[in-house]
Nanobody
Framework: QVQLVESGGGLVQAGGSLRLSCAAS????????MGWFRQAPGKEREFVAA????????QYTDSVKDRFTISRDNAKNTVYLQMNSLKPEDTAVYYC?????????????????WGQGTQVTVSS
């Protein structure tokens, strides 16, 4: 079993930055692909970014490319999401997820473990 705990969310003005962290416990995640998803009020959960087990491969949804960066530190069993140039439409609860595979997947049903989420609110 893997437990995931997100942190780093908060309230920020448009154009600002936040760095989300996802700390894993229970087992190493160094052999797992990891993802970030988000869910805004009244909307379905959507893919944001993913990283493969080694960190060599990443993917992003188009709306966050060139603004967000996913990374991982396997020694710390932690995954990060650096979010720059934030926009009001980025407002959502952000979830970290672990996939029991080396390879990235863009759909939520490919992930076995989920954190409780952290709120990100971007004011205009």
């Amino acid at each position: 079993q893997v437990q995931l705990v997100e942190s780093g969310g908060g309230l920020v003005q448009a154009g600002g930055s936040l760095r989300l962290s996802c700390a894993a416990s229970g087992r190493t995640i160094s052999d797992y692909a990891m993802g970030w998803f988000r869910q805004a009020p009244g909307k379905e959960r959507e893919f944001v970014a993913a990283i493969n087990w080694s960190g060599a491969t990443t993917q992003y949804t188009d709306s966050v490319k060139d603004r967000f960066t996913i990374s991982r530190d396997n020694a710390k069993n932690t995954v990060y999401l650096q979010m720059n140039s934030l926009k009001p439409e980025d407002t959502a609860v952000y979830y970290c997820a672990a996939r029991t595979s080396h390879r990235i997947r863009l759909t939520a049903n490919g992930y076995a473990y989920w954190g409780q989420g952290t709120q990100v609110t971007v004011s205009s």
